[in-house]
Structures are given as C-alpha cells and as structure tokens.
C-alpha cells in the first residue's frame, strides 16, 4: 500500500475477519484510519476489531441481529 498516512479517512475492508482483510484492516489501522470491516466470520470480526482498537483505531461492524439479508438462488 502505498499510502502512508490514512489520518481520518475511512475504510472500508470486506472479510477483515482473516487472511488478506485482517492484515489489510490492521495495516490501515496502524495508520491511522478509521475502519468499517464486515465478514461472515462473526468471531474473526470481533478479534480483527479488538485488535484495530488496541492500534487506536475506531472501528463500525455490521450489528447482524438488526442487518439480515438473505439470498436466493
């Protein structure tokens, strides 16, 4: 990433609960963003996020008890 300085901006990262999302979400937290993250992997999540906080970071997640979608195929 060649971004260094992320201070207040937003991010977005889609299955920061692991792998590549969790490092990336980290990496943006280290520098300074603000995160909003999703996964299907509700305990990956949490840890992620704990781990962004611990690094200063705000971080939003997805509240699944309000947000339930469904998809039919």
Do not use: Q
Request: aromatic letters at 0%; charged letters at 30%.
């Amino acid at each position: 990433m060649k971004i260094k300085n992320l201070n207040n901006r937003v991010v977005l990262v889609t299955g920061a609960g692991s792998g590549i999302g969790r490092a990336t979400a980290l990496l943006c937290a280290r520098r300074g963003a603000r995160l909003a993250i999703c996964d299907l992997n509700e305990a990956g999540l949490k840890e992620t996020a704990e781990a962004a906080r611990e690094l200063g970071a705000e971080v939003t997640r997805p509240d699944r008890r309000r947000h339930r979608h469904r998809v039919d195929g």
